[in-house]
């Protein structure tokens, strides 16, 4: 018998590390009426949204809301700091390290690079003492994934900010927190980030497509003599329209709907009860690796991610054909060719 649809009978869950499956209330509080984005009705929207992002990434400073993916904020942190010549250390913990650093490239910064295996967290000894060797302190920003995506490996954010201090460095801390943001424990003030990158198709449950940046009082202040090209992604329009309930040019609409439900349900969960569960299905994801026979990634288990643990594959086209059929999940090319991984990752939405 023919059939109509490549696709198994029931619901399509999708497992790879995001975009996550989008849970039912936030798809039904997406899927209502445009209201008029210059409106009283979108103001208090847009207030609760701000209000209640502010918790998840633990910050009383503000958190500015793009129409875009988590790409874009990486080059909001960038352009509204930074300025052309500027050098730059990042930690290439994986593939998405290394995209920041040729997008640093591409702006004419001057990208310094702390190489790794690809199996392990960004190390805090190793940032101090590049820190302590730029004598004039020419690097103006440090940039570390929270959660590499690619390796599954997690990296000690408040052991670089005391590394940082220690080499007393006055150079802007960067955090991607992509795919860890709701996911993990993740604390923007007190751990003295300057500018944390977010994104809303992961912990945060929503589709792809909004992306955040949350600042501290000293990149605000280094936004004022950035010198890199900005327009979109300028701080100072976001902010001060903001604080009105509205944004410079029009938003995305339907995703604050969702933002704002899945900030409700982070909450109605409880953020401790979130990182809790997101831990055991991690660890239940290794140790069914480990069953299988197979090698996880992330070589040291003090950086093992919460999120996406990965393994490698020893056939991997096989697996491919099988998953895309089946049972749909993720690979990724490591730092030499034939090189993959599969992730077998935690479900990063609430039931």
Known sequence: MPQNSSR?????????????PVPDRILRAMDTPIIDHRGPEFAKLTWRCLDGIKTIFKTTKPVIIYTATGTGAWEGALVN?????????????????????????KFGLKPEVIPTDWRIGADPAVIEAKLRDDK???????????????TGCLSPIAEIRKAID????????????ISSLASTDYRHDEWGVDVTIGGAQKGLMLPPGMSFNAV??????????????KSFWAWDEMIAMNKNGFFPYTPATQMLQGLAVAIDMLHEEGLENVFARHGRLAEATRRAVRAWGLE???????????????????????????????????????PSSGDISASATSATSTS
């Open 296 to 334: 996880i990634i992330c070589r040291d288990q003090k950086y093992y991610s919460p999120t996406c643990p990965r393994d490698t594959t020893p056939t991997p086209s096989a697996i491919w054909r099988w998953s895309d059929s089946t049972f749909p999940m993720a690979q990724a090319s490591g």
């Open 166 to 177: 220690r080499a007393k460095h006055p150079a802007l801390f960067f955090v991607d927190t």
């Open 136 to 150: 004039n302190h020419e690097i103006k920003a440090v940039c570390v994934l929270h959660n590499e995506t690619a």
């Open 8 to 20: 198994p009978v029931g619901r399509h869950f999708l497992h790879i590390p995001g975009p996550t």
């Open 81 to 105: 700091t930074l300025s052309p010549g500027d050098r730059v250390l990042i930690v290439e913990t994986g593939q998405f390290a290394l995209q920041w650093k040729n997008m640093a490239t």
């Open 216 to 229: 501290s009082d000293k990149a605000l202040a280094a936004s004022k003599t950035s010198k890199l090209p």
